[in-house]
Nanobody, 114 residues
Framework: QVQLVESGGGLVQPGGSLRLSCAVS????????MGWYRQTPGNWRDLIAS???????YYADSVKGRFTITRDNAKKELYLQMNSLKHEDTVVYYC????????WGQGTQVTVSS
C-alpha cells in the first residue's frame, strides 16, 4: 500500500519561500510520475507541478516561474520549492502520482499572510 506523507508547510509572508517535502513508501518511487496538487475551493485537487521518472517537469501557469519540483529517488522523496509566494497560494498541498492513483495523505497547509 502506497503511503504519502507531506511536510514543510507553514506561515510565510507574501514574497517569501517554503520547501515542501513528500515521503513516499510502498512503491518503486523511481518509476512513478509524481505530482504536487493543491486543494481548490470546490474540494478538488488540482495538479500544479509534476516530474516524470526521467525528470521532465510540468507546471501549471499559476506557479510557473515561481515553483520548482524535484525528486530524490534514493530517498524516495518529492520536493516543491515555492518562491515568491502570494496570498492566493494559501491552501493545502498534497503529493500523489500523476495521475493521482493512491489514497491522499494528510497534506500540508501553506498560509501566505502578512
Amino acid at each position: 500500500q502506497v503511503q504519502l506523507v507531506e511536510s514543510g508547510g507553514g506561515l510565510v509572508q507574501p514574497g517569501g519561500s517554503l520547501r515542501l517535502s513528500c515521503a513516499v513508501s510502498g512503491t518503486i518511487f523511481s518509476l512513478n510520475h509524481m505530482g504536487w496538487y493543491r486543494q481548490t475551493p470546490g474540494n478538488w485537487r488540482d495538479l500544479i507541478a509534476s516530474i516524470a521518472p526521467g525528470s521532465s517537469t510540468y507546471y501549471a501557469d499559476s506557479v510557473k516561474g515561481r515553483f520548482t519540483i524535484t525528486r530524490d529517488n534514493a530517498k524516495k522523496e518529492l520536493y516543491l520549492q515555492m518562491n515568491s509566494l502570494k496570498h492566493e497560494d494559501t491552501v493545502v498541498y498534497y503529493c500523489n502520482t500523476r495521475p493521482a492513483l493512491h489514497a491522499w495523505g494528510q497534506g500540508t497547509q501553506v498560509t501566505v499572510s502578512s
